[in-house]
């Protein structure tokens, strides 16, 4: 291939990472400028030093600091919960025969196909009749187990826990939840690590539920908050802009420690036949 | 390591001794079951029967038999809900997945250093919040001082009113959705990519194949069950588009309800006017809405086999 054709081919690749990571460049720049630079034509390119002061604003609006921890106790416990039984589920699945284990386990994936919106109005309702309105198990339990969870766990544990292992474990008397322990957890390991990161992104991106169940600002999570706060100030770009910035950097930052394994893991699991 | 079952069918008894016999396997297993009752199959069945009632939450809850279904037909409000969505989601989905082949055949040429580097890069809008993504485009295209009306007005065209005008919502819409998921399907067209042998490439050279002949014969057929994926699940994901628009133009879906999605009129109805009944229908209209595309996505994969 020739140099030109290099060249044209880099080019285009930098152009679309330039498009790619602008909207984080606009973002910094609006979050440290004053508001009235999002007023200014033509716009504002550079870095400014009203950061501190924006921040500042974000504080005294919404108690955003809240918001956060909010955000971290319920992506932390539901992805907790959410490994534990769907690794037990997903070993269970692989490694054991049972009658209508083959049944469940298509039932199981069929149920990944049913949109969420469906039920989410006779969701609201039972919320409201068991009293989890404002409260974090509206968050956490419905989603207790996911269906793409043991999906996951049970392809990656067919080939990666090797029966003689099993079989060894039972002949030592071991129970079925003490091989799970002490045998699969280990070598599940990678493959809860990408579960792990999939889901805690998934709970703390999500806003329409969180929306729905969730009234007190207190005990908002960090979407719902920045929504909020965009409602509050519909002319304070910098202010919105700020919050937004400060709330999306957890995630980036994880994303950015942990993409490399994550992104190739996405990929593995699209392709697969 | 086989897991299907092969033995031959059983006596029922012999069954159920081997039910008891493993029910330690049962119940690490029976949380999903337990939760998807209590969560998923019995919300369902309540939605079909809320559906079919008048209630507002408060008052006392009303049968009233088709009559949501009859109203939702003639229902312009959610006709053009539909047609929204579809009007966004062929708007996005169409240069997403263009751009996305673009993108992966890029990086899949042997000679891109630094891939893992571009890859990340690429990746990176689709971890970002869709709210955060919400409100920095609606920033980027605020009607009067916003970044891609300023470049419009640079290039000499009137600027445009983003938020009110008919299409400019949905291709303000449109544009979130674009950003947000080309890279994630780069990767995934990228990974495709690498799924095919070399040898394939190297044989149908030596037989003097042109690189056309080559990119129509084998790289084209071969990415197909990926194509499906992405189809498929952009599909799903488009049908149920919300917090772009609601971030956008607010709960109304803007002036005219130009930017109404099916998902924010269900929430509209259900969520803001407490029309738990009539929301309901819009759900069922919804869920019908996306078991007739994946019947459309299946049918086409069948007649192409």
Redesign the interface.
Known sequence: MSILKKIILHTCLIIGVLISIFPFYWLIVMSTNDSSAAYTFPPVWTFGDQFFVNVQKVFAEIPFLQSMFNTLIVSTLSTVLVLFFSSLAGFVFAKFKFPGKNKLFIFTLTTMMIPAQLSLIPMFIMMQEIGWIDSYKALIIPGLVSAFGIFWIKQYAEGAIHDDLLNAARIDGCGIFRMYWNIALPVLKPALAFLAIFNFMAVWNDYLWPLIVLNDPSKYTLMVALANLKGLHATDHAAVMTGTFLGTLPLIALFLIASRQFISDIAAGAVKD | ?S???V?PKKHKNE?WR??KK?K???L??S???I??LI??L???L??IY?ALSSWD?IGTMEFVGLRNFEFLLTDPLFWKSIANTFIIFIISTIPMIFLAL??AF??N?S??KFR?F????????N???????A??????F?P??G?VN?IITLLGFDAINWHNNAIGVKVAVAAMVI?RWT??NA??F???LQ?IPNSLYEAARIDGASTFQIFTKITIPLLR??ML?VVITST?GG??I??EPQ?LVGNSGGAGGEGLTI?LY??QQ??VKNL?GY??AI??G??II?MLF?LFNWKVVQRKK
């Not at chain 2, 571009?118 to 809008?125: E, W």
């Open positions: 390591m897991t299907v079952d033995q069954t081997e039910m493993n330690g396997a049962y690490l297993i949380p999903f079951f939760i998807f969560f998923g019995f919300p369902i309540f939605s809320l939450g673009v993108v890029l990086l040429s000679f891109v893992g571009y890859k990340t890069l690429y990746f990176l809008p971890v970002t919040a869709i709210v955060a993504v409100i920095v485009f609606s920033v980027i605020s009067s001082y970044f300023y950003w890279g994630y990767i995934i990228l990974a495709g799924k069950p990926v994926f799903i049908m149920q919300f917090a971030l998902v269900l929430y259900a969520f738990y929301g309901s759900a069922i919804l869920f996306i994946s």
